[in-house]
């Protein structure tokens, strides 16, 4: 079965800092993968995805994932922060043939002045 | 394009009574999931819909717990006798049949049990 590990329970970044999160997942083949955001008390908006092709993928809001297949990981990084980025951030796994997500625990991003 | 919407938003409820959610997914979407999220976790799967019929269910779905699509639109998940490991976030997702899986997520239905 997948599974997906997200290292950092919480971040703290400056504002204007750039940002990476981190995401490592375990699956046999190439699966597909997402960055999803949640703000407090509110559902998951996806941010971007991954399926084939090219490795680094633009998503909305400025953030950007690269898939790094020898490493398993699917980090995101965005270059400059901003306030109202300060949110929850899931990283999730699709296989083939499955319908369902595996959802990594989340890191809760904090934005400081 | 309205999103995927669920009712209602909170639910607080004694131990031991049922509670029945709400999922209206995108309307040309024919895949619904049903999600639940506690404190400090990512969502984790509990069953889907394609169509009306319902193909897979996690073991995390107990007895309680019941799900239904009947015409293919949209769903309910009733929880019986409620218990207050029961509390947690209920997200409803919805997603077409292109075979990529990109999910799309209702604001969920936050469920207390005293």
């Known amino acids: 079965a997948q599974s997906v590990t997200q290292p950092d329970i919480h971040i703290t970044v400056s504002e204007g800092a750039s940002l990476e999160l981190r995401c490592n997942y375990s699956?046999?083949?190439?699966?597909?993968l997402f960055w999803y955001v949640q703000s407090p008390g509110q559902g998951l908006q996806l941010l971007l995805k991954?399926?084939?092709?090219?490795?680094l993928v633009q998503g909305i809001k400025g953030f950007e994932a690269e898939f790094k297949r020898s490493q398993s990981s699917f980090n995101l990084r965005k270059p400059s922060v901003h306030w109202s980025d300060a949110a929850e951030y899931f990283c999730?796994?699709?296989?083939?043939?499955?319908?369902?997500?595996?959802f990594g625990k989340g890191t809760m991003l904090l934005v400081s002045p | 394009d309205t999103g995927v919407s669920q009712d209602p938003r909170h639910k607080i409820t004694k131990r031991g009574q049922n509670v029945t959610f709400r999922c209206d997914p995108i309307?040309?979407?024919?895949?619904l999931y049903w999600y639940r999220q506690t404190l400090g976790q990512g969502p984790e799967f509990l069953t889907y819909?394609?169509?009306?019929?319902?193909?897979?269910k996690s073991r995390l779905l107990s007895d309680r717990f019941s799900a239904e699509r009947p015409k293919g639109s949209f769903s309910t998940l009733e929880i019986q006798r409620t218990e207050q490991g029961d509390s947690a976030m209920y997200l409803c997702?919805?997603?077409?049949?292109?075979?990529?899986?990109?999910?799309?997520f209702g604001p969920g239905t936050r469920l207390t049990v005293l």
């Open positions: 819909f394609q169509n009306e019929a319902q193909l897979e």
């Open positions: 991954y399926f084939s092709g090219d490795t």
């Open positions: 997702a919805s997603s077409s049949a292109s075979g990529e899986n990109e999910q799309f």
């Open positions: 699956y046999g083949a190439t699966p597909y």
């Open positions: 999730a796994v699709g296989v083939l043939r499955s319908s369902t997500l595996t």
């Open positions: 309307s040309e979407h024919n895949r």
